[in-house]
């Protein structure tokens, strides 16, 4: 079953959110501290993905060409919205931004990264859901935490989760049949190097640091195989 691993990602995540509503009265400089010791250790897994490029040309062109498509159409805008929305179902308006901050926070920590492609990839190609298992137990630990300091918005950063890894697993079953084996190697290498650079973006976001639009570099996640490709070429 190509999403089972998937399934298991969603639902440790919904776990994690879930107990973290219980352990949200606990005084703020826990909860500041705590997000700091986050905001590092998500600095360190992106610096570690971000250390295996290959090329750091096509790495540059991906985050240069996905930057300008994310102004352009406002993917940022666009998912604090779907947060908002998501959020005016559930509380009041004034609690509207916070839902969102949850939703987007979590759900760039959750769905950008080398484990989200790779481990997709395995449960797709070769069935293997173990990278989605793990990843789903240290997701739902992070959801956890996050729930405490950004709320229950927390919780809905499983649907892009769900739809992302889900897709990826899914054409994954039909992708060798599309892609030679050392190709799809070298992009991946470059899109985890990509990802992992955004990762860090997201950490310094949550140390406070700096406030880098993420959402309008997703695009880079796409184009990164358009640079990719178009390298390989020549």
């Not at 994690?16 to 501290?33: Q, V």
């Not at 240290?138 to 229950?152: H, P, W």
């Not at 190697?185 to 990762?199: H, K, P, Q, S, Y």
């Amino acid at each position: 079953m190509a999403l089972f691993g998937t399934i298991v990602n969603g639902i440790c995540i919904i776990a994690g959110s879930l107990i973290g509503l219980f352990f949200t009265k606990i005084p703020e400089r826990y909860k500041e501290t705590v997000m700091h010791g986050i905001g590092l250790a998500v600095i360190l897994i992106g610096l570690q993905m971000a250390l295996q490029v290959d090329n750091i040309v096509i790495v540059l062109l991906s985050l240069l060409s996905g930057a300008i498509i994310g102004e352009f159409i406002h993917v940022e805008e666009g998912l604090n919205r779907l947060g908002g929305w998501i959020g005016s179902k559930f509380t009041t308006k004034d609690d509207n931004f916070s839902v969102a901050q949850g939703f987007v926070t979590a759900s760039l920590i959750f769905v950008i990264g080398a484990m989200s492609v790779i481990g997709a990839l395995d449960s797709g190609i070769r069935g293997d859901h173990e990278i989605l298992i793990t990843k789903g137990i240290i997701d739902g630990f992070v959801a956890l935490v996050l729930t405490t300091t950004l709320g229950f918005g927390v919780i809905f950063s499983v649907l892009p989760v769900v739809i992302y890894q889900g897709s990826i697993a899914l054409l994954a079953t039909q992708i060798e049949n599309w892609l030679p084996k050392p190709f799809l190697d070298g992009f991946i290498t470059e899109l985890t190097a990509v990802g992992g650079l955004m990762i860090v973006a997201i950490g310094l976001n949550l140390l406070k640091l700096t406030s880098i639009r993420i959402g309008n570099l997703l695009p880079s996640i796409i184009t990164v195989g358009l640079v990719y490709y178009i390298y390989q070429l020549f």
